[in-house]
């Protein structure tokens, strides 16, 4: 079992930068893959970004590349996602989920699940 909370999401102007964080305990965190997803009112939920379990290797979702970095800090059992130039179209709440498959973007492929942080880009 690994448990998922993220924070650090709040109001933010277009073209502003925010971090998010997740932090992760439980059964060895640094055993899984971490991935970002986000969900958008009226939205499906997609894939962001998604990291291995040492930090060493990243894979991102067309819609961000260029703009969101993910990192790991596994001293700390966090993940961040930084994200930069901002759109509204960025609004949505932000989860990070734990997968045991590397280079996923597949949401039935990851196991845990945070709660969610809303990020809401105003124009």
């Known amino acids: 079992q690994v448990q998922l909370v993220e924070s650090g999401g709040t109001l933010v102007q277009a073209g502003g930068s925010l971090r998010v964080s997740c932090v992760a305990s439980g059964r060895t965190p640094s055993r899984y893959a971490i991935g970002w997803f986000r969900q958008a009112p009226g939205k499906e939920r997609e894939f962001v970004v998604g990291?291995?379990?040492?930090?060493?290797?990243?894979w991102y979702g067309d819609s961000v590349k260029g703009r969101f970095t993910i990192s790991r800090d596994n001293a700390k059992n966090t993940v961040y996602l930084q994200m930069n130039s901002l759109k509204p179209e960025d609004t949505a709440v932000y989860y990070c989920?734990?997968?045991?498959?590397?280079?996923?973007?597949?949401?039935?492929?990851?196991?845990?699940w945070g709660q969610g942080t809303q990020v809401t880009v105003s124009s």
């Open positions: 989920a734990a997968s045991g498959v590397m280079y996923s973007s597949l949401q039935s492929q990851y196991d845990y």
């Open positions: 990291t291995s379990g040492s930090g060493d290797r990243t």
